[in-house]
């Protein structure tokens, strides 16, 4: 099996910064691509950012310029930079992974989440 813990929520005033870290642990081969979910209040889940192997990343429009998704294949992490926060960036922020636990065998995990709230 495998765990993402995220954490680094928390409340927020508009215009700071707040950074999410997510740890991976257990039956670990590899992982493939990494991302970051969240759930407004009342709404649907939504992508926010994501990275594959290689680096290469991927935002939603309305994060970009302002969020940064990297990650460290060394300790199994990924982290979400979140910089010029808005109110509607509130919301409970998911991690998700596709874990290789053999050289063709995976699985998407995601994590139980953490709240990110902005005040005006």
């Known amino acids: 099996q495998v765990q993402l813990v995220e954490s680094g929520g928390g409340l927020v005033q508009a215009g700071g910064s707040l950074r999410l870290s997510c740890a991976a642990s257990?039956?670990?081969?590899?992982?493939?691509?990494m991302a970051w979910y969240r759930q407004p209040p009342g709404k649907q889940r939504e992508l926010v950012a994501s990275i594959v192997t290689s680096g290469s990343t991927n935002y939603a429009d309305s994060v970009k310029g302002r969020f940064t998704i990297f990650r460290d294949d060394a300790k199994n992490m990924v982290y979400l930079q979140m910089d010029s926060l808005k109110p509607e960036d509130t919301a409970v922020y998911h991690c998700?992974?596709?874990?290789?636990?053999?050289?063709?065998?995976?699985?998407?995990?995601w994590g139980q989440g953490t709240q990110v709230t902005v005040s005006s």
């Open positions: 998700s992974a596709e874990v290789y636990y053999s050289t063709s065998l995976f699985d998407d995990y």
């Open positions: 257990g039956r670990i081969f590899r992982i493939n691509t």
